[in-house]
């Protein structure tokens, strides 16, 4: 079975065509200088490159819908951008194609504190949203780690999560409605003022969908009430296993804590040089236990989370006494990805979910697995998930030894499918794991998948070569992009 869509591509942007994107988005929008477009020949997954024709910059859905009008008539496939922090190659660029980045669309549209929701565009930050919010006493919860220069439209896309997501939910939890324009150049309004919409759940779809149906230009986003009481704790034990008793014990016990953090001693070494935020050098793991709500109930369940961390063998328990103590633990905590370039200078970061209850098991054999290899793996994550994010640290100046490491990072997250758990908890499929999914899905499964992307992108011109496996692709060797020989000669296209 193929699921890959062939499209006609052109060898390039024509000087006629570059001109009709001027008159669409303005000679300012459009990016055609080959250095400039080396700035979005990748996002965060680095070893994955490829240079687009033309870059355009709209600004508004309207002119969003212009470049795609002309995208579809031309047969150009495109990638929609936003702040490129994306870690699964969502956002690479296809040969011939161009990027439709969103970073000047940051408008906020309305702020309807009476009835807790805002509107922006999709360029607009994570934390952003918050900081606009907080006056009212609001705030968006979903916070990936790189909340602060991540970008809304990007957490649509990709579903994303973070720390507090094990109570609150994921960004489909907080999304109430979308303007999308559709791969044709059409402009849909999915979801609205009510939590629930009659018919299919498209917006449903939408989010999460990895910018292959289209893209979202406005996005009004449900926000919650500050909690009255916030009370965090940072627990060192001996052992992972250890940790990961704890977190069950909580779970268990009936405690939702806001999070449940991870950190392995690797990564609390890479955190410690990098934000020096007090994590003990001389645990095996440390738990970052964040419980809120209202003062009475936050009280009672902080109370039984220190208990349960005492009674699982946790070697000491700091408690932050100011909030800037607290910001630092969480500055580290989030930082993780980025100082692991202190212990490493590469690595590749892998997403998985596993059951909760598999904490240990899956850790160990992680542990076991990193041995054989020959290789490091720092272990960061959202533990009351069981969304694991292992980094698997080497160094490409080594021959081989980039493609090793991706052998064993995804050997990792197919353990994750083999212990009961998913590819992906929330930097999505994207063109890093797309030869995953059949690790998941039988093909009739995709198939099915494959024919909700065809009612949208007929032509597959949206994103194409991300997140469904394609033949050409998954036939490839493992690791950072190389042109396969017949790409070179021009035979054949990525996507």
Not at 35 to 43: G, I, N, S, V
Not at 51 to 58: G, H, M, N
Request: aromatic letters at 4%.
């Amino acid at each position: 079975m193929s699921v890959d869509t062939p499209v006609a591509r052109p060898k390039t942007i024509t000087t006629q065509l570059r001109r009709q994107f001027v008159a669409a988005v303005g000679e300012s929008g459009v990016i055609s200088e080959p250095a400039q477009l080396r700035t979005y020949e990748c996002d965060g997954l680095t070893g994955y490159r490829m240079t687009p024709a033309l870059v355009v910059l709209p600004q508004s859905t309207e002119e969003v819908s212009a470049a795609v009008r002309l995208c579809a008539a031309h047969g150009v496939p495109f990638v929609a951008r936003g702040a490129g922090t994306g870690l699964s190659g969502g956002a690479l660029p296809v040969a011939d194609g161009i990027v439709i980045g969103l970073s000047r669309m940051r408008d906020v549209i309305g702020i309807d504190p009476d009835n807790e929701r805002m509107t922006v565009q999709p360029g607009v930050t994570n934390s952003g949203i918050s900081v606009l919010a907080s006056p009212y006493g609001l705030y968006f919860a979903p916070d990936p780690s790189s909340q602060i220069v991540c970008t809304v439209g990007g957490n649509v896309a990709e579903n994303s999560g973070g720390a507090h997501c094990l109570k609150y939910g994921f960004t489909s939890n907080h999304v109430l409605g979308v303007t999308l324009v559709t791969p044709d150049g059409s402009i849909m309004h999915l979801g609205g003022d009510t939590t629930d919409s009659i018919g299919p759940d498209l917006l449903g779809v939408v989010v999460g969908s990895e910018g292959t149906l289209g893209i979202v230009t406005e996005v009004t986003v449900r926000l919650l009430r500050r909690p009255e009481s916030v009370r965090t704790l940072v627990a060192d034990f001996d052992s992972v296993e250890d940790a990961g008793q704890a977190v069950s014990g909580l779970v268990a016990a009936g405690v939702i804590p806001a999070a449940v953090e991870m950190l392995d001693k690797l990564a609390i070494e890479a955190c410690e040089q990098a934000t020096g935020a007090g994590f003990s050098r001389d645990a095996a793991a440390a738990l970052i236990v964040e419980l809120d709500g209202f003062d009475t109930e936050c009280e009672a369940d902080f109370d039984t989370a220190r208990r349960l961390c005492e009674s699982n063998a946790a070697t000491g328990i700091r408690i932050p006494t100011s909030t800037a103590e607290r910001a630092l633990i969480w500055q580290g905590r989030k930082s993780a990805f980025a100082a692991m370039g202190r212990i490493s200078p590469d690595y590749f970061v892998q997403d998985g979910v596993i059951p909760r209850s598999k904490l240990g098991p899956v850790l160990t054999q992680i542990a076991q697995m990193a041995d054989d290899a020959g290789l490091r793996v720092a272990n960061v994550f959202h533990a009351g998930d069981g969304n694991l994010h292992p980094l698997v640290l080497y160094d490409a100046r080594h021959v081989g030894e980039a493609e090793h490491a991706e052998e064993l990072a995804t050997a990792i997250v197919e353990l994750c499918v083999s212990s009961g758990g998913s590819i992906s908890g929330e930097h999505g499929v994207g063109a890093d794991k797309a030869c995953s999914m059949m690790k998941m899905f039988t093909p009739d499964d995709l198939a099915v998948m494959k024919r909700v992307r065809d009612a949208f992108d007929p032509d597959g011109i949206c994103n194409p070569g991300k997140l469904f496996p394609t033949p050409r692709l998954c036939g490839e060797l493992p690791g950072p992009y190389r042109p396969h020989p017949l790409e070179t000669a021009g035979v054949i296209g990525r996507g």
